[in-house]
């Protein structure tokens, strides 16, 4: 289902209102939460609205995505926005935070570790954003569809789009992400888009199925809703401008 909010501030409530609601009424809370400029807002009204002595101590948060070769404490890192945005807000130990590390060596093993972790823990709820390309985590235009976590090669959309994390730019040729198959298998998912520079990729992905893009994979689900608001949906039939 398509969910349009008149403002971003709206859609943003709305996204912790989800996130709030989750946290509550599952007895073992596993969130999967997209970093980036679009989930900000959420994040922050979340954290206000947490109760320290409520069932945010039951959280735990695994890792959606990272660059390969770039650490964890690293401006521009997944981990590093993800610790600015929420982490740092929240009353959680750093024992329920599982998160990708980039850098190992084993990649491989590295993706067993968290896919062992989600195995043992499903996701209740994930937040994902949506790339200029119509990525979902690192799961980029033309590859294969994943079901489990995996390494890819970067888009050069990604690769270009990137760098506005990095101060001094940086190196980004792979990703370490969740298979789409691990985010459509969450119990509940939202896919937040926001701005009017999304806006020509939203049409593309409810107007064209022939452009195969990973969003598009994340389409039907009774359990799987986009959540816009109006400038991302300037050019969907109602909204145009």
Known sequence: ??????????????IADEMLRNLTHEA????CLASGSTPQKSYREFADAVDPAGPIKSLRIVSLDEWVGIGRGSEGSCFQMMNADL?????LDESRIVFYDGTKADLKAECER????IERHPITFSLMGVGMNGHIGLNEPG???????????????TRVVGQKYFKAGAKLEQGITLGLGQISASKRVVVAITG???????????????AKLPAQELLGFEHIDFFLDG??????????N
């Open 87 to 91: 982490f740092s807000l929240l009353p």
């Open 28 to 31: 073992d809370p596993v969130f």
């Open 114 to 117: 968290i896919d062992r972790f």
């Open 231 to 240: 400038a991302a949906a300037k050019y969907l039939d109602g909204n145009k």
């Open 196 to 210: 009017e520079h999304k806006a020509a990729i939203v049409r593309e992905i409810f107007g064209n199925p022939q």
């Open 143 to 157: 590859c294969p569809v994943l079901n489990n976590s995996s390494v890819v090669e970067l888009a050069e959309t």
């Open 1 to 14: 289902m398509i969910r349009i909010f008149e403002t971003e501030a709206e859609l943003a409530r709305a």
